[in-house]
T-cell receptor
Framework: AQSVTQPDIHITVSEGASLELRCNYS??????LFWYVQSPGQGLQLLLK??????LVQGIKGFEAEFKRSQSSFNLRKPSVHWSDAAEYFC??????????????FGIGTKLQVIP | DSGVTQTPKHLITATGQRVTLRCSPR?????VYWYQQSLDQGLQFLIQ???????AKGNILERFSAQQFPDLHSELNLSSLELGDSALYFC???????????FGSGTRLTVV
């Protein structure tokens, strides 16, 4: 069974500082990995996804993530955080069965606070 | 606007009651997924439908049921509501063979 661990429940960074949110996954085969962002009172928005190929993935809003198979990690990064990035971030791992039906498992989320 | 529509946005009801949450998937998406998000449980997968048929079940209580109609919209029915059922309920949709979901903005259910 697939699983996702986000070890940091809350993270506080200063505006303009760099950001790295950690994600570790467990899955027997090649994983499909995602990062979603949820602003207060909103649904989840897809930031980026990794299926194969280049292990450094670029997403929206200036985010990127790096897949490291040896570490079973898919950490999310941003070089300079903006106050509007304050939100909750979810890492997820997906699998597709032979019938083309996917199952996506989400981590517990990391709440990002941005201070001036 | 993600293209996935959920109604109502907010719902307040009493314990023991029954409610129905509605979801219209993004145009062209045949799969619908329901998730419950609460403070202590995180984002929990409830159930998945594909083109009207149930495809996967997660941590869905027996008091809860869902269906997907021929026009592809889906309804999640919650009955004999308890205080602990208060949560955000999200619907998501996807195309077959593609990865990643598109989420709706959710229905916030408060049971009093």
């Amino acid at each position: 069974a697939q699983s996702v661990t986000q070890p940091d429940i809350h993270i506080t960074v200063s505006e303009g500082a760099s950001l790295e949110l950690r994600c570790n996954y467990s899955y027997g085969a090649t994983p499909y990995l995602f990062w979603y962002v949820q602003s207060p009172g909103q649904g989840l928005q897809l930031l980026l996804k990794y299926f194969s190929g280049d292990t450094l993935v670029q997403g929206i809003k200036g985010f990127e993530a790096e897949f490291k198979r040896s570490q079973s990690s898919f950490n999310l990064r941003k070089p300079s955080v903006h106050w509007s990035d304050a939100a909750e971030y979810f890492c997820a791992v997906g699998a597709m069965n032979s019938g083309g039906y996917q199952k996506v498992t989400f981590g517990i989320g990391t709440k990002l606070q941005v201070i001036p | 606007d993600s293209g996935v529509t959920q109604t109502p946005k907010h719902l307040i009801t009493a314990t023991g009651q029954r409610v129905t949450l509605r979801c219209s998937p993004r145009s062209g998406d045949l799969s619908v997924y329901w998730y419950q998000q609460s403070l202590d449980q995180g984002l929990q997968f409830l159930i998945q439908y594909y083109n009207g048929e149930e495809r996967a079940k997660g941590n869905i209580l027996e008091r809860f049921s869902a269906q997907q109609f021929p026009d592809l919209h889906s309804e999640l029915n919650l009955s004999s509501l308890e205080l602990g059922d208060s949560a955000l309920y999200f619907c998501a949709s996807s195309e077959q063979g593609t990865y990643g979901y598109t989420f709706g903005s959710g229905t916030r259910l408060t049971v009093v």
